[in-house]
């Protein structure tokens, strides 16, 4: 009874807090019912209600379940039962024969990456970005006319995020190297 009134006062707000967590990523929904669920079921479910402490609780479950490749609900949810929006049905005509799934995880990955990178510190912050701008515009020539710096330090600044990134990735145990 304590758990279901529990969840129908708050489930805005755990939605919200998906929401939040995932940045509005198209699976903020279907991790915000698969905690719920998870919390439901949980053994001390009661407790942490009672103790006020259930929603940092399935903040935890959300937080651990989105960012984690190696969580239940990657398992669960994103391996087995890939998760597709209305909009991402468009290539199941057969039209897109071509679509790379293990590529499109990785660049996940790798935007996961660069933004833990832009926050980390202002090196990372600096080659991360120099890094992005370098996407756009793969000459170290023309991008060094473009934006004023050194041609020599954005193409040592590039060389550093790519082996940063090639090494997360190898840390987080894909081998895809860039």
């Known amino acids: 009874m304590i758990l279901n009134n529990f969840i129908e006062e708050r489930y805005t707000d755990i939605m919200t807090m998906s929401k939040k967590i995932t940045k509005s990523h198209v699976e903020w929904e279907e991790l915000g019912h ?11 479910a009661t407790e942490l209600i009672e103790a006020n402490r259930a929603m940092n609780f399935i903040s935890g ?6 960012h984690s490749s ?13 998760f597709y929006s209305v909009d991402d049905w468009t290539y ?6 071509e679509y790379n799934l293990e590529q499109d995880n990785v660049l996940e990955v790798i935007e996961t ?3 833990e990178m832009v926050v980390e510190s202002r090196d990372q912050w600096f080659r991360a970005t120099l890094f992005q701008q370098w996407l756009n515009n793969q000459n170290y020539s023309s991008l060094s006319r473009q934006i004023g710096i050194p041609r020599t330090t954005i193409s040592r600044s590039v060389e550093e995020a790519i082996t940063y990134i090639n090494r997360e990735l190898q840390n987080r145990g894909i081998n895809y190297g860039l």
């Open 113 to 115: 990456i660069i933004e």
């Open 34 to 44: 698969y905690c719920i669920e998870k919390f439901m079921l949980h053994e001390r």
């Open 70 to 82: 190696t969580s239940q609900y990657h398992t669960d949810i994103r391996q087995k039962n890939k």
């Open 61 to 66: 479950i959300m937080y651990r379940s989105f």
């Open 92 to 97: 199941l005509d057969g039209t897109n024969d």
